[in-house]
């Protein structure tokens, strides 16, 4: 019963009302009942002394005769009256200290409340012969406050309820009922049903506080019907979207993978683990992307330049990379990723780069061959004249800018002409072949350049810190020696050749390479000419 009056808005209202009602009727029952005793008792107390003062005369002819009997009938007579609970007359005393009258009956111990009248003789106005008392019953008035009383706070009362019961009406019909309806109506919406959200009805024309709430409330579900609408429409395109890209990422034949400010991979996709797993192998060897790759600290440098923002956002590279015994090349485009965001990133958020690779070994290998077969003789696969001074060139660059010296050997075979006409050109080619083999033991293919200008001419160059001419000589020398060793030209058959050398220095025999070949070469006819199967310095020959 309690729970469905606190559920009820218009019971919990006329019940306040009503409780509020009987407080204010007790108080104000409990103030006019003080009020009116005191005022009850004033009364009666001045009707107490009209009535003693209508029977004052009679009093003063019993006190002057000291009449017992006319005392008697005077005090009977006031005691017949609701307001006198007693009364007496006292005459004067004699000569002796005896008072001859005392006529007293009913209460008369309250000597404070009485009303007292002096009895005045009747023919000497300024002597007393006695006084008459009389006490007002305050019990009788009493019970006529609280009759009163009574009566007062039943109507109130009555009042009161009667008042709570219309206004609980007035509160229901116009206040409860209409909340009851819109949270009735607001119960039947699912917010994740725009269907649901419909029109609150309400009295058109109306302008009170409820009217004016439902349509606010109105616009507001419309407002909100409009976005929740249009958020399920775009979250269902995203969800399209998102299931393209995804397949596109799990799908696609390239590698592509995300990384963070420290290289570290922290995405990718399929065709990226396909890449850089061997068969039986569900991890990637490191999440460190350089490492997967070679040129460690070339990829380093060239993602921090990508992340820098005085960079182009994006950069291509192929990049060799080993995975088991393969060599594999990839072809890698990295882009930074912008942010697309009204607010951009602040310095100190991660820059993200996206790397997209794809597996170009074929096509490497195919360039390089091309790239080897244009750069290199086909016969004995050292350089061609063209790439060979394209490198000679180079070296001579970077000999000038850190201070080096270029060792350039000029070199022609001797006897070479009469083993072509004995043996064929076969044997020829295989005497050039093993000459170039010989060379590339004793020289280091990375930091040496070995040349075939054409025919038997040769050109042996190094890239020197420190220039030793004895050293240059005696490695000369040994060279000579080691290119005068037998040369198998068939299963039977063995021939030799001998070496003709002269050396150029630069930049002290020519800064320019065009100026050192000629002077080189000018040295090598000069022992050619002197004897061949030795070794001269260009600095020796100029000052002849």
Known sequence: MIKIISQKLYLRVALSIALVAIVVSIVSSMLSYYSDLKEKKNTNYLLVQQLAHTVEKAATIAAYLNDQELSQEIINGLLSNDIVQGASIEGKSNTKGEMELFIANGTTNKQKEAVLVKLVHPFLDDTFIGVLSIYPDDKFIQQQAQAALKKEFILMLIQS???????????????????????????????????TLKMLSFKQGKRDEISR????????????????????????????????????????????????????????????KHYFTLPGEEKLSTLHFPELLNNVEKLQSLLLDIRSDINPPQTTLDVECKI????????????????????????????????????????????????????????????????????????????????QHLVLMMIDLDKFKPINDTYGHEAGDKVLIEIANRFKKRFNDNTDICIRLGGDEFIIAQQINTYDKTATQNQAIALIDELQQQVSISNTRTCAVGASIGI???????????????????????VKETGRGKVAFYDDIKIR
């Open 161 to 195: 309820i009667v008042i709570a019961f219309f206004v609980s009406l007035v509160v229901q019909r116009w206040l409860t009922k209409p909340i009851q309806n819109l949270t009735d109506s607001f119960a039947k919406i699912n917010p994740s049903k725009p269907e």
């Open 324 to 403: 088991g015994y393969k060599t594999v090349w990839f072809h890698c485009l990295f882009v930074r990723l912008t942010d697309q965001r009204q607010n951009n990133r602040s310095p100190q958020q991660e820059q993200l780069v996206e790397v997209i690779l794809h597996d170009v070994t074929e096509r490497a290998e195919r360039e390089f061959q091309t790239q080897f077969e244009a750069d290199h003789d086909p016969l004995t696969d050292l350089f061609n004249r063209r790439a060979g001074e394209k490198r000679l060139k180079k070296a001579l660059r970077e000999c000038a800018k850190h201070g």
């Open 213 to 272: 709430l439902t349509q606010n409330i109105n616009a507001l579900m419309h407002e909100l019907h409009l976005t929740i609408s249009n958020e399920q429409t775009l979250r269902k395109k995203t969800q399209e979207l998102e299931a393209k890209f995804r397949l596109i990422f799990e799908q696609a034949s390239a590698g592509i993978c995300l990384l963070d400010d420290k290289n570290t991979i922290t995405t990718f996709n399929p065709a990226f």
């Open 504 to 526: 150029a220095i630069a930049p002290t025999d020519g800064t320019e390479l065009h100026e050192l070949m000629h002077n080189g070469d000018k040295t090598l006819y000069h």
